[in-house]
């Protein structure tokens, strides 16, 4: 195992976006980081100012707008860009990629080829794929791994304590993203479950639309309590129907995870929901918002699996309706309370 | 009808070439390295030390259990002997103080030892050249003294086996991978034939001998003894599942491997009890090619000369498999979780094996072996050449999947998952060059059909079904059949299935061919047509076990 500090090893980090950046920060705590970006102003304000907007960056971060750079001299490398571009983004980057190579990503949504617009499409498993999935359909590199957790940008760029999980099914990519990662304010777990851990990423992001809805209305705490803990229940029922384990949504990447987005207002997604409540449509909020919130996307993707794999999903449901079929906020919720109810707990 | 046959010449005409010849010329080296890579593995496995003694304690207390309750005829006179010998020893070296360790290694040696002379291979050249004569004369014989009428017959050259048994897929392939490096085989298991079968079809392709694991109780026969150990055979004993064996056993089909011994695993472990083709495959063996693999490409100075392993998975395809009333009970049996259930092999002694040859033989039915594409250890197809290829066309390094920071490294729970994956895209491959026979495709639609009708019905229920109750309207039947077939021949317009030629014929034909030959020789036929024309069966199970051969494709819903 290569030391701390003194190796000449290098990372990679592809997507110069609010998370991209705090990883790149993360890791140059530990080694050197060479720092992906397709704009050449990033580019330009992190070669002259050592800062990305304005945020200053480790004097180890160096940036790159070339793929064969970052693949040539890192043999581990973390994507972190929308889930909209990141199967183009692999496929450009795949020319320069060999087996030994270690993608560890931090996209938290779907991809999928449907034409996912198109309200009546039914989506299969085969149609949707996560992020590691992406890798290895579009590149020679196996080791592939996720890190997912109760992770706003926000906070960990400010050094507060916090911890993630990396899941691969290759103990090597845990041992190396925790070696990578782990500081005194920074704890990496490690699951061999990498399906589940994409998917909690992922579906949390639904609920945390919601939640910010919910506190858009003016709710308070037995609400929100309310939408974690169902909520969680649904994220279970199409996660593990999609190939996640269970546990993996009662650990750090998901209940974790799932608590922290919906109390933030830090979170991109959070923020889309209280919008939505305040009277705004999708369209005037998408306009507004600098970067991707995931779970807009991922209320198309997950509605239409729900459907097509037969699975009850009320919140998932009225959030579809609310996004793009005009449901006003406030009727959704009457038809959320008068859902018929079940059996509180019945998958374990 | 008779097919155009194809001869292939051998691709190393001198026999004396052979890997495996080589092999058993310097059989008392390889036999050394093969103990002493075993011994440094179970220490490392172990940790050495106490557990080390642990280890041959539980060796020794198995072995001992294994002598009393299943004794078979091939053990060695002495078994009980030796066994009680290592105790003894065992006790010594836990009374004494010093040098434990030391004296542990050599009992650990004595055993490995033992079990690496058991599986040896006994492949003697003369012996292999006689057997496959003989094998091949005698079943070219019996097949046309059964087709052409009168003493003539015999002497007849007028149809061989090749005229029943149609090798299809990429025969080319696997003669080219012959010449670049160490070829595995990894075929399906259906029948005790199979091994026969896939024997005599690497003769035909002109291939060197193939080493392949067989049963040890398949030893217990004479004949079978002689043939299986002049063909390449090495002894697998199921029995013993101990750490010391099993890794005994290993090695010595890596350190094969790695000596450029072309071998053949069945992956799926035992017969296909269901009918089904493979989905889940035993990994231990699987794992040592990519071990061999890897530990080519580490002794060697330039890995682009290293010997590469190809995997070349065959599919095996019959009308009727003998064993198959035998199979399916068992199988039903362990699926309704009744626990105790003997394994009555019906076919276990020379006497029955000929009969069953003979009549397979003497009526014919019609077999299909496709070989599948080559593939490195990672699952990624190959070229002629022996270049692994990448999805854009690319070609892919082999060896950069075990380097980390540019040295090529050991990782046990990397190439752990580097077998799953190989195991994943073997079954793929499966599925992709499996013959569908016309039999198999009525099987499926009669029994599912049959299912849907009593959909309120577990699988018990329906097969514990009347002739009556099972019998279906041929209109409906027909119609069902025709759906399907439609669907089988896009896909393999599309190249995700293969089929057997007499399915391009008529519909009412392929359904003819179909209940015509579907397991036509069993006492009672899964599939019958009755006086008014319409579809039944005469056992249930039967039809269920054909029925599987096309599970896995989700063909359920088209029905």
């Known amino acids: ?348 | 009808m008779l097919r155009k046959k194809r001869t292939y010449d051998p691709i190393l005409p001198a026999s004396g070439d052979w890997p495996i010849v080589q092999l058993s010329r310097n059989k008392k080296q390889f036999i050394k390295e093969v103990i002493a890579a075993s011994v440094e593995n179970i220490k490392s496995l172990t940790g050495g030390g106490k557990q080390l003694m642990d280890e041959l304690e539980s060796t020794r207390y198995r072995e001992k259990t294994r002598i009393r309750r299943d004794p078979w005829k091939v053990d060695p006179k002495d078994d009980l002997k030796y066994w009680d010998g290592i105790k003894s020893q065992l006790v010594d070296i836990s009374n004494s103080e010093n040098n434990q360790e030391k004296e542990a290694e050599v009992v650990l040696k004595s055993i490995v030892s033992r079990y690496a002379y058991e599986i040896l291979s006994n492949f003697k050249r003369s012996h292999y050249k006689m057997a496959r004569a003989i094998a091949t004369f005698g079943f070219a014989r019996l097949l046309n003294a059964s087709r052409i009428p009168g003493i003539r017959s015999l002497w007849s050259k007028e149809l061989t086996l090749q005229d029943k048994i149609h090798i299809t897929g990429d025969v080319q392939g696997i003669r080219n991978l012959a010449q670049k490096g160490t070829v595995i085989m990894v075929p399906t298991h259906f029948s005790n034939l199979d091994s026969i079968l896939v024997g005599w079809v690497i003769h035909i392709l002109g291939l060197p001998a193939f080493i392949y694991g067989a049963g040890l109780n398949l030893f217990n026969m004479k004949l079978f003894a002689y043939f299986m150990n002049s063909l390449g055979a090495y002894k697998v004993d199921r029995r013993k599942k101990n750490r010391v064996y099993l890794e005994t056993l290993r090695t010595y089909s890596r350190l094969a491997i790695v000596k450029g011994c072309h071998s053949i695993f069945f992956p799926g472990g035992t017969r296909s009890r269901s009918g089904k083709l493979e989905s889940k495959l035993k990994l231990g063996l699987l794992n040592s090619t990519v071990e061999a693999q890897r530990s080519a490409y580490m002794t060697s100075d330039d890995p682009t000369t290293a010997q590469k392993v190809f995997i070349v998975p065959v599919v095996l395809n019959y009308h009727f498999v003998l064993e198959a009333p035998a199979l399916i009970d068992q199988y039903l049996k362990q699926k309704g979780q009744e626990r105790y259930y003997v394994d009555n092999d019906q076919y276990s002694t020379s006497y029955k094996v000929f009969k069953f040859l003979l009549k397979f033989f003497f009526k014919g039915s019609d077999i299909s072996v496709s070989i599948g594409r080559g593939m490195d250890v990672l699952g990624n197809y190959v070229d002629q050449d022996g270049n692994s290829i990448g999805k854009d066309g690319e070609i892919i390094q082999t060896w950069e999947y075990f380097m980390h920071q540019g040295k090529i490294q050991v990782n046990k729970q990397r190439e752990n998952e580097y077998t799953n994956m190989l195991s994943n895209v073997i079954v793929e491959e499966y599925h992709r060059v499996n013959q569908v026979f016309a039999s198999h495709l009525v099987a499926f639609v009669a029994f599912e059909m049959i299912k849907n009708k009593y959909q309120d019905n577990d699988l018990y229920n329906i097969l514990r079904l009347s002739e009556e109750d099972a019998t279906l309207a041929y209109v409906d039947f027909k119609q069902k059949t025709g759906a399907l077939l439609d669907v089988i021949l896009n896909m393999h317009q599309e190249g995700r299935i293969d089929i057997a030629e007499h399915l391009q014929n008529e519909l009412d034909s392929v359904i003819k061919i179909g209940l015509n030959n579907v397991g036509m020789y069993h006492a009672q036929r899964p599939l019958v047509k009755t006086k008014e024309g319409n579809i039944s069966t005469q056992n249930l199970n039967l039809l269920y076990y054909y029925h599987n051969r096309l599970m896995g494709y989700d063909f359920e819903k088209y029905i």
């Open chain 1, 1 to 348: 195992m290569t030391s701390r500090n003194t190796s000449k090893e290098m990372v990679g980090v592809i997507g110069s976006g609010s998370f991209g950046t705090v990883i790149a920060n993360l890791l140059a705590q530990q080694t050197k980081v060479i720092l992906y970006t397709r704009s050449q102003n990033i580019y330009d304000e992190l070669v002259s100012k050592q800062s990305i907007r304005s945020m200053a960056m480790h004097e180890n971060v160096q940036p790159t707008l070339n793929f064969e750079t970052i693949a040539s001299n890192c043999e581990i490398i973390f994507p972190v860009v929308p889930s909209a571009n990141f199967r183009n983004m692999i496929r450009d980057l795949a020319p320069n990629l060999h087996p030994y190579h270690i993608l560890i990503h931090a996209t938290k949504g779907f991809d999928t080829s449907i034409d996912y617009n198109h309200s009546e499409s039914k989506l299969d498993r085969s149609d949707v794929h996560t992020m590691s999935e992406v890798i290895q359909q579009e590149s020679v590199v196996v080791k592939t791994g996720c890190l997912a957790g109760p992770n706003l940008a926000k906070e960990l760029a400010i050094n507060q304590p916090a911890a993630t999980v990396i899941a691969s099914r290759f103990e090597e990519v845990i041992h190396h993203g925790q070696r990578l990662l782990r500081s005194d304010r920074f704890q990496v777990y490690g699951s061999s479950d990498i399906t589940g851990i994409e998917l909690c990423g992922i579906l949390k992001n639904i609920i945390a639309i919601a939640a910010g809805i919910l506190h858009g209305l003016g709710f308070g705490e037995n609400a929100k309590a309310l939408l974690i803990s169902r909520g969680l229940v649904e994220m279970i029922y199409l996660g593990s129907k999609l190939g996640g384990n269970i546990k993996a949504f009662i650990g750090l990447a998901g209940v974790g995870d799932l608590v922290a987005t919906c109390s933030s207002t830090l979170s991109r997604n959070f923020t889309v929901g209280q919008l939505l409540a305040e009277g705004q449509s999708l369209s005037e909020i998408m306009n507004d918002l600098d970067e991707t919130a995931e779970g807009v996307r991922t209320i198309k993707v997950a509605y239409q699996l729900t459907k097509s794999l037969g699975i009850r999903s009320p919140i998932t449901e009225i959030l579809y309706k609310i996004l793009y079929q005009d449901l006003k906020v406030n009727e959704a919720l009457n038809l959320l309370m008068k859902f018929p109810m079940q059996e509180d707990i019945d998958f374990l």
